[in-house]
């Protein structure tokens, strides 16, 4: 429990000779006495009040400060959706809101929509395309086609909603409403997530307010105002009603015994209480700002008037009660029993019985207060300790430090220097009159006489008796705990500053070791990072790198300083090839740098400069190679083909061994094997290098299918394969493409699956798929497994088991390839529809339809 130095003595009898006057010195001392005991114990409760509240006040602003967050980052996400995509479907709009949770993770939120930005003249067009796409998507409801003046439209396209009803009809022009409309405007010019002022949302027909993010279109500069309002797409909206909203931020746990009240502006929009208690009335009362999204919102706290069943609220008036009531007691008693010494006597001690068990009251309330709690007079001297206090300062009795020096209990420290005594809270308070508060990161100490050391955190308030200061009451607790967070919190902060400076210097090793020049310049285009690599390329040494230099260095070849001023203000990456630059060739690229978050805003330009001498070495030497093997190569293959044929057509009898016919067999088979796979090497490197030129012209694939089977319906015969065309009963689209190349492809497709196919045969058949036409080979052949699928349309690959795969197949692994590239210049697909092991495979490719 507390000890107070009027536990020391108790009451004494007086002289006889002022017997006659008792009466009146009782009471007037009685009351004098009560009345200071009221005034300090309400000072000391109105203290510790405030204290707490405050706290509670902290706790109020910061809940608002992160719940709503998390609505806006929900919000942010959204936006991240139209920002990764230039067009979002509806169905990808409803299924990451979905994804959301929205009823466990947002229970205050009413909806989300997208909104489109529409130019007047494309008005109708929009809303027409609107109203068929909700149609297939099985919307029934009416599309607005309301529209405000103006030369734009701010248009609701996408929504989904968290409750019944809507809050805002599809193809309404939000600038009909003018508080919707000065957040979308304001979003729009700032770039940053906007709230609106109080609505009247529709369906449920209730108060509450929207949030809106502007969405900008991908590349486009947005750094000035003109900038934002040229590149803005549309908004993504989120709508709140404030009681669903507001139950969710401020719970009944959360709210405690405090009357909360919210207001946007002048108006009320939420309030905790069922009676209107933010008047002027109440006792304490705290207004704090809270920011949402730009706008802000007045926080009105009030702690509500004490009731009796508040024990520590009601102490003061128990002490005044109290003593009152004893004083006129002890004034009737001593009145009465003047004439009798000894029946003064014991009804002054009966009375003091009572006082004593008064007293033990309202010390048992002290000491069950939280924190540790000090009284002195107006001389320093303790005048009241609680438990907490005596635990705390290691004070085993409380009556050996009563009426001593508060200086002599505990020393103050601020770091490791001791704290004068007229510095210290206590002095403060009693010199001045005025609260002192004493914050964690102010870096006080107590240290015992045991020599303990802990940090405080403390309020110090006078007691102030007829305007004059008669003593200090000081409410203080161990930040043992909240220190060692806080220390944790700055390692963690320096073990992170850490890692940012050993990611700094992996990244500038990186770009050291990068085999290309690198500069990093800022946005006013000074060079602030270049690597070794660049100074040996462009080969300048001991010169200031900057504009100037590299136009100097690169005159005539490249104008750096220009490509750079695009590059940055047009926010689109540059790239020049074939540069060049004495005895080499130089490849520059030039890129703008953007800071990730929802407005982007470029910061610099990131150039990277490749010298790309040896790759021309290369392609120049690979020209000369198939120049060569198309000239040097053919015409003697050509040549022994058409010698060892012409001795198989007409000399073939006259050869006197069978073993000469086998060689001259061999001869032949094998010029042929060569001057194809010639051709191949000829034709991959032309479609690499893209010297082949395609005629795209529109044509029926089923004839291009007819003439492929009977080009090769021989070779199936004598195989004993079927070959067949499955043709669809109705009209196949026509294709875009190269007529000639599409029946090359055929060929390869059909030819690879005769040569794995021993039983059976092959069909082909035709697809029609959104705007594509498919032409399908399936075989019943030796089929491929699943490890060697991935070897499909690879240069030089076979998805054989063996190496030697070729050798019975004579292939050279380009079919594939060549037709991967083939179909894919002609704006198609090739690909492996499926295959199993002695079960056969189905290939297919695909081409754009007429």
């Known amino acids: 429990m507390s000890y107070s130095k009027d536990m020391e003595t108790a009451p004494k009898p007086r002289p006889s000779f002022f017997r006659s006057s008792s009466d009146l010195i009782v009471l007037l001392v009685g009351l004098a006495l009560t009345f200071f005991a009221w005034r300090a114990t309400n000072q000391l409760v109105d203290t510790s009040k405030h204290s707490h509240f405050l706290s509670d006040v902290d706790v109020l602003e910061l809940q608002a400060d992160s719940k709503i967050g998390g609505y806006l980052n929900a919000l942010t996400g959204l936006k991240g959706l139209y920002s990764a995509s230039t067009e979002v479907e509806r169905d990808e709009f409803s299924e990451y809101i979905h994804g959301l949770d929205v009823t466990e993770n947002y229970p205050g939120l009413y909806g989300f929509a997208y909104v489109s930005r529409v130019a007047d003249s494309e008005t109708q067009e929009f809303l ?51 508080t919707r409309a000065k957040a979308l405007l304001q979003a729009r010019d700032s770039g940053q997530a906007v709230a609106s002022g109080p609505i009247l949302l529709q369906g449920p027909e209730k108060p509450g307010f929207i949030i809106t993010i502007p969405i900008y279109l991908n590349g486009q500069p947005t750094s000035s105002i003109e900038e934002r309002r040229e590149a803005l797409s549309g908004f993504v909206n989120a709508a709140f009603l404030y009681d669903e909203l507001f139950a969710d931020v401020y719970p009944p746990e959360v709210i405690g015994s405090q009357s909360v009240h919210l207001f946007d502006e002048n108006e009320l929009i939420y309030d905790s209480s069922t009676e209107d208690e933010h008047d002027e009335g109440l006792p304490i009362q705290e207004v704090r700002d809270v920011e949402i999204a730009g706008r802000t919102w007045k926080l009105h706290v009030n702690l509500p008037t004490l009731t009796y069943g508040d024990i520590e609220g009601s102490l003061p008036v128990l002490v005044l009660l109290a003593g009152t009531i004893l004083s006129f007691l002890s004034f009737g008693l001593t009145y009465s029993l003047s004439s009798s010494r000894a029946r003064a006597e014991a009804l002054a001690e009966e009375m003091t019985k009572v006082v004593r068990s008064e007293r033990d009251r309202v010390e048992l309330i002290v000491s069950s207060m939280g924190e540790a709690v000090l009284a002195v007079d107006q001389t320093s001297s303790l005048s009241l300790i609680n438990t907490n206090a005596q635990k705390l300062l290691e004070i085993e009795d409380p009556r050996a430090v009563i009426g001593r020096n508060w200086s002599e209990l505990v020393t103050t420290l601020k770091g490791e220097k001791k704290v004068p005594l007229k510095e210290r809270s206590f002095s403060e308070a009693l010199a001045k009159g005025v609260t002192i508060v004493t914050t964690l990161e102010e870096g006080h100490y107590y240290q015992t006489k045991s020599g303990r050391v802990f940090p405080i955190a403390s309020i110090t308030a006078p007691l102030v008796f007829q305007g004059k200061v008669v003593g200090a009451v000081k409410i203080f607790r161990d930040a043992t705990h909240e220190k060692e967070e806080k220390s944790i919190i700055e390692n963690k902060v320096k073990e992170r500053t850490r890692q940012l400076s050993e990611e700094q210097a992996k990244m500038i090793a990186s770009i050291n070791s990068v085999p290309r020049g690198f500069i990093i310049l800022d946005t006013e285009g000074k060079i602030i990072l270049t690597n070794s690599v660049l100074w ?32 940055f203000s047009e926010g689109r990456p540059i790239k020049a090839s074939d540069l060049e630059y004495g005895t080499k060739f130089l490849e520059i690229y030039l890129a703008p740098i953007y800071v990730s978050g929802p407005s982007k805003v470029s910061i610099g330009v990131v150039v990277t400069v490749e010298d790309i001498t040896e790759r021309k070495v290369i392609e120049r030497s690979r020209d000369e190679f198939f120049s060569i093997a198309s000239h040097e190569l053919r015409t003697p293959l050509t040549a022994i083909m058409g010698n060892s044929s012409m001795i198989l057509d007409h000399y073939k009898d006259q050869l006197p061994e069978g073993d000469l016919k086998e060689m001259i067999d061999d001869i032949h088979s094998g010029s042929l094997r060569l001057i194809d796979i010639v051709n191949d090497f000829l034709e991959t490197s032309r479609l690499e290098m893209g010297r082949i030129e395609f005629k795209k012209v529109s044509f029926d694939v089923t004839k291009t299918i007819e003439q492929a089977i009977s080009e090769l319906d021989v070779t199936s015969s004598r195989k004993k394969l079927y070959l067949r065309f499955d043709k669809p009963k109705t009209k196949t689209p026509n294709v875009i493409g190269d007529e000639e190349r599409a029946r090359q492809i055929l060929v390869n497709l059909l030819g690879n699956a005769m040569k794995f196919t021993q039983q059976g045969g092959i069909s082909v058949s035709i697809a029609t798929e959104a705007k594509f036409v498919k032409v399908i080979v399936t075989d019943t052949g030796v089929g491929i497994a699943p490890s060697q699928q991935s070897l499909l349309f690879r240069k030089f690959q076979q998805a054989g088991e063996s190496l030697y795969s070729r050798d019975t197949t004579k292939g050279t692994g380009l079919g594939l390839y060549i037709s991967k590239l083939l179909v894919e210049r002609m704006g198609g697909q090739i690909k492996l529809e499926s295959s199993k092991v002695n079960g056969g495979s189905s290939f297919s490719f695909s081409l754009p339809a007429a």
């Open 536 to 567: 040996a390329i462009l080969g300048i040494k001991g010169q200031i790198l900057n504009l100037v230099t590299l136009d100097k260095t690169l005159s005539g070849v490249f104008n750096f300083s220009a490509n750079y001023k695009k590059c």
């Open 128 to 178: 027409d395309n609107l109203e068929l796409g909700l149609k297939e998507a099985g919307v029934s409801e009416k599309v607005s086609r309301q529209l405000a003046e103006g030369p734009e439209h701010y248009i609701v396209n996408f929504r989904a909603l968290h409750r019944q009803g809507p809050a805002v009809g599809f193809g309404y022009d939000l600038l009909l409403d003018e």
